[in-house]
Nanobody, 130 residues
């Protein structure tokens, strides 16, 4: 049984930082995309960032809204993916979900689509408020 478990959410002041972690078990995601989505109250789940193998390197993709503030990192030895979030804004408040795909090399155009990902964590709440 594949499981993705997120941790690291919480309450932070605007301008602050948080680091989310996602640990996968039951499947080795070393050469498969893993990333993050988020869902704010009353809104659809949206893409945050992801990683995908491109040749011999790991390519990283980010939503425009988080570029320059958020950074994804992978640790294939531990089967984890982390999301470092800096300069947090109130609009970053959401439940953050870890996601993994069974498609080894999805098209770049599809990398930010929810349908590309088969495995999901239960989410971790991030609240940005003063």
């Amino acid at each position: 049984q594949v499981q993705l478990v997120e941790s690291g959410g919480g309450l932070v002041l605007p301008g602050g930082s948080l680091r989310l972690s996602c640990a996968a078990s039951g499947r080795n995601f070393s050469h498969y995309p893993m990333g993050w989505f988020r869902q704010a109250p009353g809104k659809e789940r949206e893409f945050v960032g992801t990683t995908r193998w491109s040749g011999r390197i790991i390519a990283k993709y980010y939503a425009d809204s988080v570029k320059g503030r958020f950074t994804i990192s992978r640790d294939n030895t531990r089967n984890t993916v982390d999301l470092q979030m800096n300069s947090l804004k109130p609009e970053d408040k959401a439940v953050y979900y870890c996601a993994g795909s069974s498609l080894r090399t999805p098209a770049s155009a599809a990398i930010s689509n929810r349908g590309t990902y088969d495995y999901w964590g239960r989410g971790t709440q991030v609240t940005v408020s003063s």
